[in-house]
């Protein structure tokens, strides 16, 4: 395909059908931010409601991250190669029949269940959804689309606490995931009318299952061992063996990713300084808002005695 050509398919920044894609990325991947926050006002009501105590709480926050996290790399590898729209579309109704599930759980246990799936409908929302603005837009207009993606979705992270608070305060804390289907619906309408189809014609080979199956080894030993080691002890079977799984594990992933002739995260990268230190400094920043938006509703609601409005509020 010549170059110009290739520019007439692509679209403009201002043009009615970029907008479009735009509002179609920008909530997508937003239903996906908002899930990551909002559930942390609700915490103390649903330890309430499932009379639950703090390290199953954890695990309604960790079983969505750890899913996702794991999952993002082979999200975005199989959007290169079956297609962004395709993938997209298939996390935005994975994401919405998992927050349904979320919204319906009798018990605490289907709860962590269905956010564990609805972790993995984010990492094939998210990738795709950042990856479609790269691939329709023209050169020109791409820094001014992806900065209208993070800038609005930035909004929905942080609306996140307010609007969970509200919900709460005017429904249920199940509302905090059935808020998920009207917007996904909504969604997938604008993506399947106005997103164009695209692929990366420069892969080729299998996709690296190797590496993603390690990668969920990894993640879930880790985050299972520093979870549930304060509450059964850090010498207790269980999370003896799930540290020792992730400490094994870890020199397995880097050796393929090394060796594999389509790396699902191709090591090379990391010898850019700006990569590897936006990469760590992205690393501290999230593990403290992290930490902070688990621990401060918590505080707020049962020592402060703050509303779950009234927490949203102050944070």
């Not at 009501?45 to 899913?67: E, N």
């Not at 993002?72 to 079956?82: A, F, K, N, Q, T």
């Amino acid at each position: 395909m010549s170059e110009s050509a290739e520019a007439e398919e692509k679209l403009a920044f201002g043009t009615r059908r970029g907008r479009w894609v735009i509002a179609a990325t920008v909530l997508g991947s937003g239903i996906a931010s908002l899930d990551a926050t909002v559930v942390g006002i609700a915490l103390p009501t649903i330890g309430r409601s499932f009379h639950s105590g703090v390290v199953t709480l954890q695990w309604v926050v960790s079983g969505y991250s750890l899913t996702l996290a794991a999952f993002l790399l082979l999200g975005g590898s199989l959007g290169d190669r079956l297609g962004r729209k395709r993938m997209f579309c298939t996390g935005v109704i994975w994401f919405a029949l998992a927050s349904m599930f979320c919204g319906i759980a009798p018990n605490a246990g289907v709860l962590i269940s269905a956010r564990v799936l609805q972790g993995v409908g984010g990492a094939l929302l998210v990738p795709a959804s950042l990856a479609i603005l790269q691939a329709s837009f023209l050169p020109d207009d791409r820094s001014r689309a992806i900065g209208a993606w993070s800038g609005l979705g930035g909004i929905a992270t942080a609306a996140g606490p307010l609007l969970g608070g509200y919900l709460i305060t005017a429904a249920s804390w199940r509302w905090v995931f059935f808020i998920n289907v009207p917007v996904a619906i909504g969604v997938l309408l604008i993506a399947i009318r106005h997103v164009p189809e695209s692929r990366d014609p420069s892969t080729a080979g299998h996709i690296d299952f190797v590496g993603a199956a390690l990668a969920v080894l990894f993640l879930a030993g880790l985050t299972y061992g520093l979870i549930d080691g304060p509450g059964h002890g850090w010498t207790s079977p269980a999370v003896l063996g799930s540290l020792i799984v992730a400490v094994a594990v870890a020199p397995l992933f880097l050796i393929a990713e090394h060796t594999a002739a389509n790396p699902m995260l191709p090591l090379g990268v990391f010898r850019t300084r700006q990569f590897s230190g936006a990469n760590a400094v992205t690393f501290i920043v999230y593990g403290a808002l992290g930490g902070a938006l688990f621990l401060l509703p918590i505080e707020l609601q049962l020592v402060s005695h703050y509303s779950p409005l009234e927490s949203g509020l102050a944070l």
